[in-house]
């Protein structure tokens, strides 16, 4: 499931123009690898190319629908309580694709059909997971949304408006539709982040202290701090944390795209500082480390790469680098390292 949302998003980028030259070797290497894996880009090429065809034919008159459904909302309002928010589970983003590429061979006349069946997947206005549970969804817009478990996301606009705007907590990867008239944010407890057309991870736990993270994949977003509204601009491979605890911002380098391990299943370490492994690896296998050598922490650690590696592999493999004695109970999820000898 990992690895397929992860080609998935790359066969997107494909189709936009977004790939970078590294992407497009790994796309070929999986397509090369099995004729499924060929089948299912095919598939989806196929079906953006019918839905683009069929919209591009289709010219619904937007604003006198928009109007006719808000006269229907204003009379049943006059007698009836309004809904609450709708929750739900969509489905994965293949079954949203072949239900447009359905819509796409039909008439222009059913556009309305095609619209009112999407709204499980592309109009909800609250999606939630639960622990042990991911998804991935595409927005009105045309934005992918890959949601890690034990998350929530909540459309906070209308996105046939002038924004775009989701909030969020917990986990999830946003590879977002340009569109440079109605720019696209993200709202999280302490942070906002402000695009065009991009794709990056946001981290922001939902309980418990720690950090709350951000890791551009390619693009540009522009991110405030709401405690202060102070403002930072970053690029492919810049990592911004904010600390639940201190209020502060850091700016760090995420080149290996650890913050993804959540979607790849896939750990790379370069020159990393044991700080950083440590909040990769809590994140990642859902564990507590505790260091209790604070010098240890600015020890340097390199590993050329983990795929879906097993925690007490990586463990390992860290204190025998760092010259770390740890400390752990069977079954549990809290691990100690004392005795650094890194420096």
Not at 158 to 165: A, C, G, L, M, Q
Not at 246 to 260: F, G
Not at 285 to 304: G, R, Y
Request: aromatic letters at 8%.
């Amino acid at each position: 499931m990992k690895e397929q949302s992860f080609y998935t998003t790359l066969i997107h980028k494909k189709l936009t123009a977004a790939l970078s030259p590294e992407e497009r070797q790994k796309l070929d290497n999986w397509l090369s690898e099995s004729p499924s894996n060929q089948q299912i880009a095919d598939e989806i090429k196929a079906v953006w190319e019918a839905s683009n065809a069929y919209f591009a034919q289709s010219k619904p008159d937007v604003a006198s629908g928009l109007a006719r459904l808000r006269g229907n909302i204003l009379r049943e309002n006059a007698v009836n309580t309004p809904p609450p928010p709708t929750i739900s589970k969509p489905k994965p983003i293949l079954r949203y694709l072949s239900r447009v590429a359905a819509v796409a061979a039909l008439a222009a006349g059913l556009f309305f059909v095609w619209n009112a069946t999407s709204d499980e997947v592309a109009s909800s206005d609250i999606v939630m997971t639960n622990i042990d549970e991911q998804t991935d969804i595409m927005l009105d817009d045309g934005t992918l949304v890959f949601i890690n478990d034990d998350s929530q996301m909540e459309k906070l606009s209308d996105f046939n408006s002038t924004e775009r705007k989701v909030s969020l907590k917990g986990e999830a990867f946003f590879e977002v539709a340009k569109d440079p008239s109605r720019p696209f944010s993200v709202v999280t407890p302490n942070l906002e982040i402000e695009v065009l057309g991009t794709a990056f991870n946001v981290y922001a736990p939902t309980k418990g202290a720690g950090l709350e993270e951000i890791v551009v994949d390619h693009g540009k977003v522009k991110v405030t701090n709401l405690d202060n509204n102070k403002t930072f601009t970053l690029e492919k491979g810049d990592r911004l944390t904010y600390d639940l605890n201190s209020k502060l911002v850091s700016l760090s380098k995420d080149i290996q795209q650890n913050a993804q391990s959540w979607r790849t299943g896939k750990l790379f370490f370069n020159d990393t500082p044991l700080s950083d492994v440590i909040f990769t690896l809590e994140k990642h296998f859902d564990i507590d480390i505790e260091c209790k050598d604070k010098k240890a922490l600015n020890c340097s650690f390199t590993a050329t790469a983990f795929e879906d590696a097993k925690v007490e592999v990586v463990m390992a493999t860290l204190e025998t680098a760092l010259g770390l004695k740890l400390s752990h109970n069977k079954g549990s999820k809290n691990y100690k390292f004392t005795e650094a000898n890194c420096n």
